[in-house]
């Protein structure tokens, strides 16, 4: 998995919607090799979205999920798949914790590779994967409200290697 990875250079490639990024130094969110399938990479772009924004307050949740995927998809879908020959998947979620239903299907895609590999209940694991994305939505939204407590904020990823029955009993959650 990389964060924040390169796209390949384009050679020429010509894209049908306006908005498709074509900047020799465009990044993806994350990159993750073999996701999905066997030696293809992932590309990931994340959005969260405050869904009482004034602009938004028209459309119903799952209306906002498909119109803002819709719109990730025009700048990256085409030249990740053509250009990188990836998978892109759009991880659209809304600050109130509702997510859209690309974002669902990979989350349920991680929850359950995580779970076969770590040999836990399905289950307690995409609770610890839905506790985690929810506290970083939240520590994400006070860092836009009160600015960061350092002067040069680094991006940490956070390994989830600790069992997830255990995190589940500790945020009382069961």
């Known amino acids: 998995m990389k964060v924040e990875p390169d796209l390949l250079p384009l050679t020429g490639e010509k894209f049908d919607h306006k908005t498709a990024k074509v900047a020799p130094d ?45 719109l990730r998809k025009m700048e990256y879908e085409h030249r990740i798949n053509q250009v990188d020959n990836g998978s892109f998947t759009p991880m659209i979620m809304l ?9 669902t299907i990979a989350m349920k895609h991680l929850a359950r590779k995580l779970a076969d590999k770590r040999k836990e209940a399905y289950p307690a694991v995409m609770t ?30 956070e390994k989830l290697d600790n069992p997830s029955d255990l995190m589940v009993q500790e945020l009382h959650l069961r």
């Open 95 to 103: 600050s109130t914790g509702g997510m859209g239903a690309e974002m």
């Open 26 to 70: 465009v990044r993806s969110d994350v990159r993750a090799r073999g996701f999905f399938s066997k030696e293809q990479n992932a590309f990931f772009e994340f959005r969260i979205v405050y869904p009482f924004a004034l602009s938004y307050l028209k459309f119903a949740p799952p209306d906002l999920y498909e119109r803002v995927a819709h």
């Open 128 to 157: 610890m994967l839905r506790c985690s994305m929810a506290f970083n939505v939240a520590r994400s939204s006070l860092v836009c409200l009160r600015g960061s407590r350092t002067r040069h904020a680094k991006q940490v990823l």
